[in-house]
């Protein structure tokens, strides 16, 4: 059911620029992208989301094409605590009907 | 603030006896979502309700699960019988409303089924 799709596994170098590609060549055009990260063992956590435009937060920066089929997450400067799986999502349904429907993700491996 | 609340953390029991999954979501949030991951199916969504009512059980795997929220504070996942199938980590997770996917997980219950 998962409409995105990620590669499996990506290594970054600690302090360098973490990004993370994701293909929704699907999406609607009222749906939006999630992006959450799950450090093992602990639960998911939000990351950041978006519609059409570019959004940026304390954690991180999501840049979505202008025809919005794919997106790239981007950790700035990437520690090794971000060592996690980090998921791509596009909320199926709207309103309060919406869910989020987790795929596989991607396992960003931050190295010293 | 104190994040969702999920008990027991760990449990392991036998095949056959009822599993009792029990989460507290967080205070003001009205939208509570049920999900379960293994390492063969990875996160699934079993189950979400709004305002206490159920909006979508299709990812509920058989008879044999159930959920309840009888108030805007408490939910419970329940297995009965429980199968050796049924190992996985549970995760609770709430929302401001089911209209924003901006949601907060538990720490998760690991449950063994032997």
Redesign the interface.
């Known amino acids: 059911d998962a409409k995105t799709t990620q590669p499996p596994s990506m290594d970054c170098a600690e302090g360098r620029a973490a990004n993370l590609p994701c293909n929704h060549s699907t999406i609607s055009g009222n749906e ?1 992208v ?1 992006w ?1 990260r799950q450090i093992h ?6 990351i950041i ?1 978006g519609l059409k435009n570019n959004e940026t937060n304390e954690m991180a920066s999501l840049i979505i094409t202008e025809d919005r089929k794919s997106s790239t997450l981007i950790l700035p400067h990437a520690t090794l605590r971000d060592t996690a799986v980090y ?1 791509c ?1 596009v ?1 199926v349904g ?12 991607t396992t960003l491996q931050v190295k010293p | 603030d104190a994040g ?1 609340i999920q008990s027991p953390r760990h449990e392991v029991t036998e095949m056959g006896q009822e599993v009792t999954l029990r989460c507290k979501p967080i205070s003001g949030h009205n939208s509570l ?1 049920w ?1 379960r991951q293994t390492m063969m199916r ?4 079993l189950i ?1 309700f ?1 305002n206490n009512v159920p ?2 059980d299709s990812g509920m795997p058989e008879d044999r699960f159930s959920a309840k929220m009888p108030n805007a504070s408490f939910s419970t996942l329940k297995i009965q019988p429980s199968e050796p199938r049924d190992s996985a980590v549970y ?1 609770c ?1 709430s929302s401001l ?3 924003t ?8 219950s690991r449950l063994t089924v032997l």
């Open positions: 939006y999630y959450y063992s602990q639960g998911p956590q939000y989301h998921y999502i909320r709207s309103g309060n009907t919406g869910k989020l429907i987790f795929g596989q993700g | 969702v979502f999900y990875g996160l699934e969504l979400y709004n909006i979508d995760f997770a409303g089911a209209g996917g901006e949601l907060f997980f538990g720490e998760g």
